[in-house]
């Protein structure tokens, strides 16, 4: 701005303004992204207040919610042991309760005045990120400014503010989590490091200055190195896997030095700021370890001990090379004899200590591995995902990282080229290049890409504004010198604020997600299940406070009443910190093997089984409930279904037990490709697993002829299909299932039948079809669960076709929006608008009451099938289904069943008593009948079976009433009709029946359910934008 000054004279106000500008801009301009961040953020946060309640996004910030309030009650102390989770032994968890859950109950009590509400405490927290994120532009400036000035700093800042990757993501309101505050602390660290090693080569501080005592010289150096190591310890404190920066200082260290040395200077200098800042980072973890054991997770002996050995590795370069030059040595053998002194080591490390050596070797490839697979039940998870293309870069970054590589080049040729050393710009380099292989490692690490990259962007445009004003002082400037600089920075800048998804684009989008779908499940669960320890009336809820104190253990002793909450490992923060209650399995994936066991477990046994294990030595401590969302139900996970996510926790069994992918044919005019968008053909394994039998019966008995809540009319469906093989774009060669074809060449997935029968012929002679699969229809008989009851279902329903076949949903969208091409998935329009294959009964989560049912002892016809059924309503969901169980008589007509659904006496105890408050209510008794039989004559149709009612109590199904239910079958008229007159005669139940003495299907009823299969005449449709963009595959089919 100084060449302003030539237009206007000395003592104008004008160039009082420009000079103060000149000497503040950037102060204005960080100022102002700062503002336009905390803006981008916090947008949204009205979303987040739901029916006067706080509600965040994700899994993580609602335990951090536990711990920000725990510190709330016991200042500064954060939790050492929770029993409120991982039942039934508790955990502890190192990467929660830290330096950040202090920091926000702070602000929390500060804000409170000593004494914050529930609500405050949550406001605090909700809007947390918001201020983390937008405070990372202040380090992120100076380091840009370290790069190139305050010119430097501005870049820096501007590319940080309009970055729209996951730094912003997880720093947006709601989110409150620790990745955007371990983000802020290794900015801050390396600021602090960098300034560090930059004076310590200005001030030059030797060995010779601790034995003169010369403080004063010493005073810089050191200080900024003490700092230095401070930001260090508190990132460690903030998120113990930090000792990766620790781990990149000594890789710093171990180049830096010998550069130094080769360059005729002498190391010792940035190897007493480097052991100085290593030494405050080992003492500041040592005194906070939590773990006297090697681990990464957790601050344990690991931390201290590799800061202490970078102590020790930085003292003993600096040592080294005095020893060189006493002894005269050739300067290129002192690099030689590092890298290979280091070579030697890690040799010794591996013979010696294997175990030591490859459990470091394996954590390097965990953080930067860059292609190292991750597990099948790692692949489950989204952010530990590896990034395999550069694609997300350029939508989060533009050019920006682009521009950085070539700043790692720039910082590299330095060391050689230069006159002056900057020792902070191969720091700065190392620092983007190890956050580059954390990235494509795991791709949530990229929150961590986004201030390297923004340091090293500032460093390429001003070392290029720097070329140009040296050649303005030569007066030979050229105008494509000055076309070179704007296209780096219109490259830089422009694709971040036009690319879809710009940063106002993404954090445009922000909400509380899933959780709004629980919200009203885990509400009912806290005020209409029996506080924990008082399942039964143990009497002993006061045991655990929700925020108390707990000593550390491997194994919490629950007292007598206390119970566990099954569901997938996702939700277990939301059923501790909503429902208060405690979940088997939970986000840090503790007993998620064992939730994956429950869920697709094929038979009551097996499912006891699983629980058996969680409850191994308890004798009071039991799993009582389970909550089953839509989504732990549905199989496509390409419309967020995640069924598909337990068998990868399990070594016996995979996805493909219990659904196959059918991917669908793409047509042109010219071409007939196959898309790698696939819908779901669901086996016979996953119409008995738990999850399905909860979510999609209610425990309930189904079958092809009988699906509960939808009718088939009576026809039987065929699902076809053929495997072709497939080349992918890689050149894998595969298989791939796509629809059957007719004889004109059209797909045609779906055949329908008139009777079991001929669907199975079908079937035996195709080899590659299937009757069922899609939707509620199993391939055979799924037996009733007996010791299971639905008991609350959530206020927020899903789409029915969204819970149950969105795939096929997806295949008819497309069709109707584009006439151009033809996208077929061989089911037709009119099947899907019939609602055959969608789900009626859509609740977003459903909770269910593990029970040990009560006990009927029948009589009736012997060797004959008995159907018990009741009708019971779900008030939230406004709605009604039939449970129905069969059983069999003897010889000697007696039969006997475990009915877990009560019709009568639902006051009789109580919450308090120790028992559930069921919102799911019988709307009748229960009715058992045989199947019917038609008796004819010349003169009269006559359709009979043998039936009865009875009504089963809440404290039978409990257990407090042991008594059992008799049922004593009779025979009833249920039609008859006089072939002598016009006018038929019927019974109350109006029912027909089957011609001369033809018996009916095992339920005895007909397969039609109206009054249950309460469908939209046409399914709403998921939006373009959300469904995935088909792929045609390379080869053509």
Do not use: C
């Not at 493909?656 to 790698?676: C, D, H, M």
């Amino acid at each position: 701005m100084s060449g302003l000054n030539d237009y206007v004279s000395d003592d104008s106000p004008v160039n009082d303004v420009i000079e103060w500008l000149s000497a503040w801009y950037h102060v204005l301009i960080v100022a102002g992204l700062f503002g336009f961040m905390v803006w981008l953020r916090a947008r949204t946060w009205g979303r987040f207040l739901v029916d006067g309640k706080v509600l965040f996004s994700g899994n993580d910030p609602w335990y951090h919610l536990r711990q920000i309030s725990y510190t709330v009650s016991h200042w500064p102390s954060t939790m050492p042991f929770d029993p409120w989770t991982e039942f039934p032994t508790g955990t502890f968890v190192g990467q929660f309760g830290t330096f950040m859950d202090q920091l926000v109950a702070t602000a929390a009590l500060v804000i409170g005045l000593g004494s914050p509400s529930d609500e405050l405490v949550r406001l605090v927290a909700l809007f947390s990120p918001v201020v983390f994120g937008a405070a990372i532009v202040v380090p992120t400036y100076y380091l840009g400014k370290r790069m190139g000035g305050r010119l430097g700093g501005v870049i820096a800042a501007l590319v940080l503010a309009l970055s729209a990757g996951e730094l912003l993501q997880r720093s947006l309101v709601g989110f409150a989590d620790h990745q955007v505050v371990e983000a802020l602390f290794q900015a801050l660290a390396v600021l602090g490091i960098l300034i560090a090693v930059r004076v310590a080569q200005e001030e030059k501080p030797v060995y010779e200055l601790f034995v003169d005592r010369d403080w004063a010289a010493l005073r810089r150096p050191l200080g900024w190195a003490t700092l230095a190591g401070a930001g260090l310890g508190l990132y460690l404190w903030t998120w113990p896997p930090a000792i990766l920066l620790i781990g990149i200082l000594g890789v710093y260290v171990t180049i830096q030095l010998p550069v130094a040395y080769l360059r005729g200077e002498s190391p010792e200098h940035v190897g007493i700021a480097t052991a100085t800042i290593f030494s405050v980072a080992g003492v500041l973890s040592l005194v906070s370890i939590t773990s006297f054991d090697l681990n990464m997770v957790q601050l344990s002996l690991a931390q201290p001990a590799l800061a202490f050995a970078g102590v020790a590795w930085s003292l003993g370069l600096a040592w080294l090379a005095r020893e060189w030059d006493r002894r005269h040595l050739a300067s290129w053998q002192y690099p030689a004899t590092v890298f290979g002194g280091l070579v030697v080591g890690a040799v010794l490390l591996a013979v010696l200590l294997p175990d030591l050596f490859w459990y470091f070797f394996d954590q390097l490839l965990r953080f930067v591995g860059f292609t190292v697979n991750p597990t099948a039940s790692a692949s489950t998870v989204g952010e530990v995902q590896p990034l395999t293309t550069i694609d997300p870069l350029w939508q989060w970054f533009g050019a920006a990282p682009f521009v950085a590589v070539a700043g790692v080049g720039i910082a590299i040729a330095h060391q050689y080229l230069s006159d002056e050393l900057k020792p902070e710009l191969l720091f700065v380099a190392l620092w983007f290049v190890f956050m580059v292989a954390a990235t494509f490692t795991q791709q949530r690490f990229a929150y961590y890409l986004t201030v390297p990259t923004a340091t090293l962007t500032a460093l390429v445009v001003t070392w290029l504004f720097g070329y140009l004003r040296s050649a303005a002082d030569s007066s030979d400037l050229e105008t494509y010198q000055v076309l070179t600089i704007l296209s780096v920075v219109v490259a830089v800048v422009l694709p971040m604020v036009v690319v879809y998804p710009t940063a106002i684009d993404v954090s445009g989008q922000n909400g509380p997600g899933g959780v709004s779908g629980w919200e009203s499940s885990l509400e009912w669960m806290s005020e209409n299940t029996p506080a924990v320890g008082n399942y039964g009336g143990a009497g002993n809820a006061e045991d655990l406070d929700f925020y108390g104190t707990y000593e550390r253990t491997d194994d919490y002793e629950y007292p007598d009443g206390a119970y566990g909450v099954m569901s997938w490992w996702d939700y277990g923060h939301w059923i501790t910190q909503e429902g208060e209650r405690i979940p088997v399995a939970n986000p840090f994936q503790g007993n998620a093997d064992k939730a994956a066991r429950f869920l697709i477990a094929q038979n009551e046994s097996e499912a006891a089984g699983a629980l058996d294990v969680v409850s191994e030595n308890e004798t009071d401590a039991q799993t009582r409930y389970a909550m089953i969302d839509w989504k732990m139900a549905t199989a496509n996970g390409a419309f967020g279904g995640k069924y598909f996510a337990p068998p990868n926790f399990l070594d016996t069994v995979s996805e493909s037990t219990y659904y196959r992918k059918v991917r669908g044919l793409v047509s042109t005019e010219e071409q007939s490709s196959i898309t790698s968008q696939y819908y779901t053909v669901q086996k016979q394994a996953y119409y008995e697993s738990m999850s399905a039998r909860l979510y999609r019966y209610h425990g309930s008995a189904a079958s092809p002829e009988n699906v509960p809540g939808v009718s088939t009319q009576g026809r039987i469906p065929v699902v076809d299909w053929e495997e072709t093989p497939v080349t992918l774009s890689d050149g894998t060669e595969t298989t791939w299932n796509v629809p059957a074809r007719n004889e004109n060449g059209s797909a045609q997935a779906l055949r329908w039948f008139d009777n079991r029968t001929a669907a199975e012929a079908y079937v035996a002679e195709d080899g590659t079809a299937q009757i069922g699969g899609l939707g509620k229809i199993p391939a055979e008989e799924v037996p009733a669960l007996e010791h299971y009851r639905l008991v609350h279902v959530s206020n927020q329903s899903q789409n029915s076709f969204t819970a149950s076949q969105p795939g096929l949903l997806w295949f008819a969208q497309q069709n109707a929006q584009n006439q151009q091409v033809q996208y077929q998935s061989g089911v037709g329009v009119r099947d899907l608008l019939g609602g055959t294959f969608s789900e009626p009964n859509s609740a977003w989560t459903k909770t269910f009451e593990r029970v040990p049912g009560a006990t009927v002892e029948g009589t009736g016809p012997a060797n004959t099938n008995v159907t018990a059924s009741v009708e019971m309503e779900m008030p939230n969901a406004n709605g009604t289904f039939t449970y129905r169980q069969h059983a069999q008589t003897d010889a000697d007509g007696e039969f006997t069943m475990t009915l877990p659904y009560s019709t009568t006496d639902y006051d009789a105890v109580s919450t308090e008593d120790g028992y559930t408050n069921v919102s799911v209510r019988a709307n009748g008794s229960y009715e058992f009948r045989t199947p019917s039989t038609t008796h004819s004559t010349n003169e009269s149709v006559t359709v009979t079976a043998y039936t009865d009612t009875a009504d089963v109590s809440d404290e039978q199904v409990v257990g407090t009433d042991e008594s059992v239910v008799e049922v004593n079958l009779t025979e009833s008229v249920l039609f008859e009709q006089d072939l002598n007159s016009s006018d038929d005669s019927t019974n109350e139940t109006g029912e027909n029946t089957t011609d001369g003495t033809e018996t009916s299907d095992t339920d005895g009823g007909s397969t039609g359910e109206t009054d249950e299969n309460t469908t939209e005449s046409l399914a709403p449709a998921i939006a373009v934008g959300d469904a995935p963009i088909a792929r045609a595959a390379p080869t053509g089919y």
